[in-house]
């Protein structure tokens, strides 16, 4: 059973019976789910905002962790308070598992109504895809995890080149909890491999 809204997010508008995040890209009067608006983005990292809410975070918070983001050393997404995590790991296809696939084109390509954004004077992002979304195209989703961090160790990361602009939330600080919220999808490769593993492992 999916959670209830939770108390924070009750004043957010809904798109669909589903919260919309404060984050959430709004194109041409819809909420554009997945993808970000730069500018509340921007301001939820420096001002310490929830990215679902945008209530000011409290004692702990939540980032969103994928195997890239470990390597890299940060989380690219705004944090979440513990009441708002939840809500979105059992709403967002990503998280809950129903997307077994990241998008094989940006995702405003395709909204609204499948066509391209052709008004010149709408605020929208270009529709060229970032080289995150370009590295991603239509790979199997990765696994997931929410980690838990105290607010004291709420630390941003900044590129050389753009230090007014934060790429991100630091993971190099110390976690109160992991909890895995999706694995990652098998390969077609893999899975056989895990097929014949359990095979075995049955047969013996």
């Given at each position: 059973m999916s959670?209830?809204?939770?108390?924070?997010?009750?004043?957010?508008?809904?798109?669909?019976?589903?919260?919309?995040?404060?984050?959430?890209?709004?194109?041409?009067?819809?909420?554009?789910?997945?993808?970000?608006?730069?500018?509340?983005?921007?301001?939820?990292?420096?001002?310490?905002?929830?990215?679902?809410?945008?209530?000011?975070?409290?004692?702990?918070?939540?980032?969103?962790?994928?195997?890239?983001?470990?390597?890299?050393?940060?989380?690219?997404?705004?944090?979440?308070?513990?009441?708002?995590?939840?809500?979105?790991?059992?709403?967002?296809?990503?998280?809950?598992?129903?997307?077994?696939?990241?998008?094989?084109?940006?995702?405003?390509?395709?909204?609204?109504?499948?066509?391209?954004?052709?008004?010149?004077?709408?605020?929208?992002?270009?529709?060229?895809p970032d080289?995150?979304?370009?590295?991603?195209?239509?790979?199997?989703?990765?696994?997931?995890?929410?980690?838990?961090?105290?607010?004291?160790?709420?630390?941003?990361?900044?590129?050389?080149?753009?230090?007014?602009?934060?790429?991100?939330?630091?993971?190099?600080?110390?976690?109160?909890?992991?909890?895995?919220?999706?694995?990652?999808?098998?390969?077609p490769e893999?899975?056989?491999?895990?097929?014949?593993?359990?095979?075995?492992?049955?047969?013996?």
């Amino acid at each position: 059973m999916s959670p209830a809204i939770p108390v924070r997010c009750l004043a957010r508008p809904l798109a669909g019976g589903l919260v919309v995040p404060w984050v959430s890209l709004i194109h041409n009067g819809h909420a554009v789910f997945g993808s970000l608006d730069a500018d509340r983005t921007r301001r939820a990292f420096l001002q310490r905002l929830c990215q679902i809410c945008s209530q000011p975070l409290q004692e702990r918070f939540f980032v969103i962790v994928r195997p890239a983001d470990q390597q890299q050393g940060y989380s690219p997404e705004p944090a979440l308070h513990p009441e708002c995590q939840p809500y979105t790991a059992a709403n967002c296809p990503m998280l809950n598992g129903t997307a077994t696939h990241y998008r094989t084109r940006p995702l405003l390509a395709s909204h609204p109504a499948g066509r391209p954004c052709t008004d010149p004077s709408c605020p929208c992002p270009e529709l060229t895809p970032d080289e995150g979304h370009t590295a991603r195209s239509g790979r199997p989703a990765d696994r997931y995890e929410a980690w838990m961090i105290h607010t004291r160790n709420y630390r941003l990361v900044f590129p050389p080149d753009r230090p007014e602009v934060p790429s991100g939330i630091s993971l190099d600080v110390p976690v109160l909890r992991e909890r895995v919220l999706r694995t990652a999808t098998l390969t077609p490769e893999q899975q056989h491999l895990m097929d014949l593993w359990h095979a075995l492992m049955n047969g013996s």
